[in-house]
């Protein structure tokens, strides 16, 4: 009975990763970088199923509009665009007025106006459910009625009239899909590949470094010049050439891990019970180089994602309507001066972005590796 007493009140011992996440979460950038990863995230994933507005939606009366809070159109500009409609129409605009959401407007010509007219209207962005409510003077004049149709551009329009904040979100859910990608094929590839060089030693890994060394020396973007020549631009083929260079790292890094863990005293033991070699890379290796990997994964994302705005930005990413957030900062540095919306809103999601990444792998290293604090 004492002795279960005893046992009750002992503290509970805690393992090296419960250790690591209890430091992570005193840390207050890492912590904040998380919310604000989450944030982001739940905006580019969720943010466009719940958007009023496409990201491929062209609005023709809303080109580079500026961002605003408030509704547009603005009332005193719908009578002009009311006069547009009847210019198409080829009749005569004799009145337009305001009644809250609707209008009311007339029309008049030489001859009988044919009631398909209210297309012309709602053809307009500003206007919709346009009718004939009244006919005169044996047709020739008609009167009409419908209701404002409002939009709200809280990040303004692009230089086709599509709604910039639902073309961020969109290009956030590329550039994040590509970076987390690229990122699993470079954590696949690389580790596997660096454990089994630094485990098998000897010619076998001078001749696996060897081969890290060429590809080393192939000039990334000529690689991704001559994939796009044969294969053409889509999304699949750029998390396949980021991942393709990106494991080199990863690789280096596995490796010279192993290279010390395979001297210690638990690898000897497995090799002295007959334990094959895949097993004990499977087992023993990987496992133990999960601290320094998660780190360096928080470094590659964000250059994953800087690579694929890079190549966006010369014109190698991805092909519209679809967009990312290194095309969406293309296309506002060469409008910066007319709009310069196009180009600050979307900066300000990929440094938000970015930062996050660095400031939460710094957490990570601090938490995995306590004597770096």
């Not at 210019?87 to 009145?95: C, E």
């Not at 407007?105 to 398909?116: C, L, M, N």
């Not at 990608?181 to 696949?188: E, H, I, W």
């Not at 020396?217 to 053409?232: A, D, E």
């Given at each position: ?60 009366s809303y080109v580079r509009t500026p ?256 967009t990312s957030w290194g095309a969406l ?45």
């Amino acid at each position: 009975m004492t002795e279960a007493v005893l046992a009750s009140t002992q503290p509970r011992g805690r393992s090296l990763t419960a250790l690591a996440m209890r430091r992570l979460f005193h840390n207050r950038a890492a912590v904040g970088s998380l919310v604000v990863l989450a944030l982001v995230t739940v905006m580019c994933f969720v943010g466009p199923f719940v958007t009023p507005h496409a990201y491929d939606q062209i609005f023709d009366s809303y080109v580079r509009t500026p961002p605003s809070l408030q509704a547009y159109p603005r009332s005193d500009t719908l009578k002009s665009v009311m006069q547009s409609a009847a210019d198409h129409a080829r009749v005569t605009l004799a009145d337009f007025a305001l009644n809250g959401e609707g209008f009311t407007a007339t029309f008049t010509a030489d001859k009988a106006i044919d009631p398909r007219v209210t297309r012309y209207a709602d053809r307009a962005n500003e206007f919709h459910d346009t009718r004939v409510v009244g006919t005169s003077d044996g047709g020739r004049t008609l009167n009409i009625a419908g209701k404002v149709k409002r939009e709200y551009f809280l990040m303004g329009t692009d230089s086709n009239g599509r709604d910039l904040f639902a073309r961020i979100m969109i290009g956030g859910r590329i550039s994040l899909t590509v970076g987390v990608l690229a990122t699993l094929v470079s954590l696949l590839v690389g580790v596997t590949y660096g454990a089994i060089s630094g485990f098998a030693g000897g010619r076998i890994d001078n001749v696996m470094m060897r081969l890290v060394e060429v590809l080393y020396s192939l000039p990334f973007v000529f690689l991704v010049i001559i994939l796009v020549v044969f294969f053409g631009r889509n999304f699949i083929l750029i998390f396949i050439a980021i991942g393709a260079i990106e494991w080199l790292d990863m690789a280096r890094i596995v490796r010279g891990q192993t290279l010390s863990l395979k001297q210690r005293e638990f690898v000897t033991a497995a090799e002295a019970m007959g334990v094959s070699n895949m097993q004990i890379v499977r087992r023993h290796i990987v496992p133990n180089t999960v601290g320094p990997v998660i780190v360096f994964i928080t470094v590659v994302v964000p250059k994953v994602v800087l690579l694929e705005s890079f190549l966006s930005f010369l014109g190698l990413g991805v092909q519209e309507p679809l967009t990312s957030w290194g095309a969406l900062i293309a296309e506002g540095a060469n409008n910066m001066q007319a709009a310069p919306w196009l180009l600050i809103f979307p900066s300000i999601f990929f440094v938000a972005t970015l930062m996050s990444l660095n400031f939460l792998g710094d957490g990570l290293r601090d938490a995995f590796d306590p004597r770096d604090r």
